[in-house]
């Protein structure tokens, strides 16, 4: 074993060369790995930096500072203490303007500096347990697989992740300056390596809240030194001269904890809200799925080969992947058998991934697309360090048991089994920088799809303005939030800004009217009721979605619904199953398969039994040969009887314009809800169910002129039985509620800006034995619409009132103490009768946003 080295721990001299090399491959690896970002653009919450620091340098230096005593840019629902990162975006837009490369260079730098640091840091601790050589070796390899993980494509190419890669440097090297603080055998301080640490430590904490996670770190190295020390003083003599040497980092860490405190209003903080609610939906499932662990070891996205084809999947990489762990592994399990291994610091590195975890106990998680991974950035520091820790570690000498039975490794195949180790990790590495080049070349494709959103916009609204006779406002139902795994405009917000300075010479965003939620949300909601109220008001009744594949406006022009057009039409479900591989019937209900299907008449009504169903999904009924006009019906409904045991189900319905009844479906299907059934007694009748689903609740019913086609379809069932099922418009199921004497902002949302409380007005509609309207508000940042599959959310009411129906019509005021906090709140109605039953189902919703009571401007957005 190797000796502590005197104080500070001190690495054995190196000449100026030796050190040039492995930090020359480092660099051009993050470039190989992730340098074709730079050719990408801004996407999603970029325009929120680029608001900041645009309206900073044109004199709103308030802001700054503004973001040292409130969270980061002042955004509802995001509690974030960062002020640190801003000074970044502002010294990106001074050298590099609104260039993107200039921004995406700066994260590749910043990504290289907590190489170098990881490479320093893991070098000095290795030198502590075995010699120069293999540290060095083992140093080197955890921080190339480190600055090459696909695990860090959204902090680099996303410009607005860079507060974990902000943090990263001075994290590590802050670490570094500790060990190089004290002697770690005698306790002896080094002040200007302490000074560096605790300086380094500060600016951390204030790039993001994970890095109080540093002090844990520390007392794991503690325990480290002591166990490779070899004069080991008394332990409570040591604890207490480390005590001295770790208050100040636990001071730091409180005094953090309570400016925090004052900023934001906790001590916590993080995301709140509806975003703060999805986190901790299904999060001790997440911790449990054991995918979760696998999308670590193997971080390719499922859509890291579109460049091929959309189908590729990962297998073909997974498996590459998975034979270089086996070769890795199959090293240290022969080392493992023959020798007994110096592990002190796999022990640490375990134990510093465990201090890690602490941050990400909400936020845990990967999916297929590895969505959420930037804030694994720290955490796989140590991670990607444990198994070189485990291969390089010093033999402490052959196993008894193995001598016995002559099962002892050579000198010569020791060093054999390590050069092996070591190509297979350099073939790790590569692979890895593959899996990040074409995760990355996946975002450039997201930026271009922002961009052109920009261009296309933009021209557009200019030649309306330029024609005297068009309409001067555009009506933009749908755009992407994501494109293969990489964000693309999470909000209304993002939208609105592409159309402001910086990013457009004039403010043209009053020309647009949006349907996305203003910050975060689904993009599949929309409120019918003012789309089709603002189409009513152009004098061409059109409206544009987005194609992702042309990268242009799908652009639909409607045909306006007769007088005598019926509230209703009954869609028939045919007598009999079809004839296999025989035409399809048009214009009634066959079942999809076929086999899976019969028929008969309950009580009168013709009914269909679906047995022996997929359940993951797909099978169900279809209807072709229609001619729907999308702004003449909004709800497709039915009559449903599911298995008395099944607690919940999927019902997804699909549509398109297709005439060609054998065509595929082009995407998943638009609509998803889930079905919450009671369940009954064994050998009890199931009641019938009637299932009101309102299609043109989703932007995407508007997306045709004419809806020739229909699927219905299910999941974890396997039988169901449906009958009576039509389309109808929603005056005879839901109540209208407006707000009066106000007009929306272009993405919908009606300001209250404090004094006299917002008014509305509801209609009963022809919902027939109505005598009230129930008036719920939400509390502030959350909504009806973020989970789209489930109904109720009761959690969410902060105010709930009834107004009684005169006429059919209401008039009433809410009070304003339920929406004065900053943020934004959603607003609905339902009718009641004279029992005070709810008898429809839920107006479309209403969106109030109180700006800051203090009458401050929003950081993120000067509309708010």
């Known amino acids: 074993m190797q000796k502590l080295e005197p104080a500070p721990v001190a690495p054995e001299p190196v000449g100026p060369g030796s050190l040039l090399l492995p930090l020359l491959v480092l660099t051009l690896s993050a470039f190989a790995a992730f340098g074709v970002v730079l050719g990408g653009y801004f996407i999603a919450d970029d325009t929120w930096q680029m608001q900041f620091v645009y309206r900073v340098f044109h004199g709103e230096w308030r802001l700054v500072f503004d973001n040292f005593?409130?969270?980061?840019?002042?955004?509802?629902?995001?509690?974030?203490?960062?002020?640190?990162?801003?000074?970044?975006?502002?010294?990106?837009?001074?050298?590099?303007?609104t260039a993107a490369w200039g921004f995406y260079l700066t994260n590749i730098l910043l990504a290289i500096l907590a190489a170098f640091a990881l490479f320093f840091y893991l070098r000095l601790l290795a030198r502590a347990s075995m010699k120069s050589e293999r540290a060095d070796l083992f140093a080197f390899i955890s921080a190339l697989l480190f600055v090459v993980s696909p695990l860090h494509a959204e902090d680099i190419c996303w410009i607005s992740g860079r507060a974990d890669?902000?943090?990263?440097?001075?994290?590590?090297?802050?670490?570094?300056?500790?060990?190089?603080?004290?002697?770690?055998?005698?306790?002896?301080?080094?002040?200007p390596a302490y000074s560096l640490s605790l300086a380094a430590f500060v600016l951390a904490l204030l790039?993001?809240?994970?890095?109080?996670?540093?002090?844990?770190?520390?007392?794991?190295?503690?325990?480290?030194?002591?166990?490779?020390?070899?004069?080991k003083i008394a332990f409570m003599s040591a604890l207490a001269k480390f005590s001295t040497f770790f208050s100040p980092y636990a001071l730091l860490t409180v005094a953090y904890l309570f400016v925090r405190k004052q900023a934001l209003g906790s001590f916590i903080g993080g995301y709140t809200g509806d975003m703060g609610e999805a986190l901790g939906k299904w999060l001790l499932f997440r911790w449990g799925d054991p995918l979760n662990l696998c999308r670590l070891a193997f971080p390719v996205a499922k859509h890291s080969f579109h460049f091929i084809h959309r189908q590729v999947e990962q297998t073909p990489a997974i498996l590459i992947l998975g034979t270089i762990y086996a070769i890795i592994l199959s090293i240290l399990?022969?080392?493992?058998?023959?020798?007994?291994?110096?592990?002190?610091?796999?022990?640490?590195?375990?134990?510093?991934?465990?201090?890690?975890?602490?941050?990400?106990?909400?936020?845990?998680?990967?999916?297929?697309?590895?969505?959420?991974?930037?804030?694994?950035?720290?955490?796989?520091?140590?991670?990607?360090?444990?198994?070189?820790?485990?291969?390089?570690?010093?033999?402490?000498g052959d196993r008894p048991s193995m001598k016995k039975q002559l099962m002892v490794l050579s000198e010569g195949l020791e060093q054999f089994l390590l050069g092996a180790s070591s190509i297979a990790f350099y073939a790790l590495a590569a692979s890895l920088a593959v899996a990040s080049a074409l995760a990355s070349y996946n975002w450039v494709l997201a930026g271009q799809q922002v961009r052109a959103?920009?261009?296309?916009?933009?021209?557009?609204?200019?030649a309306n303005l330029q024609d005297p006779k068009a309409d001067k406002k555009i009506i933009v139902v749908s755009v992407p939030k994501d494109y293969l795994g990489a964000h693309v405009l999470m909000g209304g917000v993002n939208m609105l800004e592409l159309l402001e300075p910086p990013f457009n010479k004039e403010k043209i965003s009053k020309y647009m009217i949006g349907f996305q939620r203003a910050l975060?949300?689904?993009?599949?909601?929309?409120?019918?009721?003012?789309?089709?109220?603002?189409?009513?008001?152009?004098?061409?009744?059109?409206?544009?979605?987005?194609?992702?594949?042309?990268?242009?406006?799908?652009?639909?022009?409607?045909?306006?619904?007769?007088?005598?057009?019926?509230?209703?039409?009954?869609?028939?479900?045919?007598?009999?199953?079809?004839?296999?591989?025989?035409?399809?019937?048009?214009?009634?209900?066959?079942?999809?398969?076929?086999?899976?299907?019969?028929?008969?008449?309950?009580?009168?009504?013709?009914?269909?039994?679906?047995?022996?169903?997929n359940i993951q999904g797909g099978d169900g009924l279809m209807i072709t040969g229609l001619d729907i006009n999308p702004l003449a019906y909004d709800y497709l409904n039915m009559s449903i009887e599911l298995p008395r045991a099944q607690a919940a189900t999927g019902v997804y319905v699909g549509f398109d314009d297709k005439e060609d009844a054998s065509a595929p479906f082009d995407d998943e299907p638009?609509?998803?809800?889930?079905?919450?059934?009671?369940?009954?007694?064994?050998?009890?009748?199931?009641?019938?169910?009637?299932?009101?689903?309102?299609?043109?609740?989703?932007?995407?019913?508007?997306?045709?002129?004419k809806i020739r086609r229909l699927k219905l379809s299910f999941s974890n069932i396997d039988a169901v039985s449906i009958s009576q099922i039509s389309l109808s418009d929603d005056r005879a199921l839901m109540p209208q509620l407006f707000v009066m004497e106000a007009e929306p902002q272009a993405s919908g949302e009606y300001f209250y800006q404090g004094g006299e409380a917002v008014k509305f007005a509801a209609s009963s509609g022809m919902v027939a034995g109505a005598r009230s309207v129930l008036v719920q508000i939400s509390k502030v940042n959350q909504s009806w619409?973020?989970?789209?599959?489930?109904?109720?959310?009761?959690?969410v009411v902060n105010l709930s009132c009834i107004v009684p129906l005169k006429d059919g019509k209401a008039y009433f005021k809410l009070d304003p103490t339920a929406y004065s906090k900053n943020g934004f709140y959603d607003v609905r109605a339902a009718l009641l009768n004279d029992r005070n039953q709810i008898i429809s189902d839920w107006s479309d919703l209403i969106t109030l946003y109180r700006p800051d009571p203090g009458g401050k401007v929003a950081t993120f957005c000067p509309d708010y």
């Open 453 to 462: 959103i920009q261009e296309k916009t933009a021209t557009l609204i200019e």
């Open 165 to 191: 890669l902000l943090t990263a440097p001075f994290y590590l090297f802050g670490l570094l300056a500790a060990v190089r603080a004290r002697d770690w055998q005698s306790g002896k301080l080094h002040w």
């Open 520 to 613: 975060v949300g689904p993009g599949e909601p929309v409120n019918s009721s003012r789309f089709k109220l603002e189409l009513s008001e152009l004098k061409v009744k059109r409206a544009y979605f987005w194609d992702v594949d042309r990268r242009d406006y799908k652009i639909v022009e409607y045909d306006q619904p007769l007088l005598d057009t019926p509230p209703s039409i009954e869609l028939p479900i045919m007598d009999t199953a079809p004839v296999k591989g025989g035409a399809r019937p048009q214009r009634v209900w066959y079942p999809d398969p076929a086999e899976r299907a019969r028929f008969e008449v309950v009580d009168g009504v013709k009914t269909v039994f679906l047995s022996r169903l």
């Open 333 to 396: 399990l022969i080392r493992l058998i023959t020798q007994r291994l110096d592990l002190r610091l796999a022990f640490f590195l375990f134990l510093w991934l465990l201090a890690s975890i602490v941050p990400l106990f909400q936020l845990w998680g990967l999916d297929a697309a590895l969505h959420n991974q930037r804030v694994l950035y720290l955490y796989t520091a140590p991670m990607v360090a444990l198994l070189p820790a485990l291969i390089f570690a010093t033999s402490k």
């Open 785 to 795: 619409d973020t989970f789209l599959t489930e109904t109720g959310r009761d959690s």
């Open 670 to 705: 638009q609509v998803s809800k889930l079905l919450q059934v009671t369940k009954v007694p064994a050998g009890a009748k199931m009641a019938v169910t009637r299932m009101n689903i309102k299609v043109s609740h989703f932007g995407q019913w508007y997306s045709y002129r």
């Open 207 to 231: 790039s993001k809240e994970s890095a109080v996670t540093l002090p844990l770190v520390v007392v794991a190295m503690f325990i480290y030194f002591r166990s490779v020390a070899t004069e």
């Open 69 to 97: 005593t409130h969270s980061y840019l002042g955004l509802p629902s995001m509690d974030f203490y960062r002020p640190l990162l801003g000074l970044t975006y502002l010294a990106d837009y001074a050298l590099y303007h």
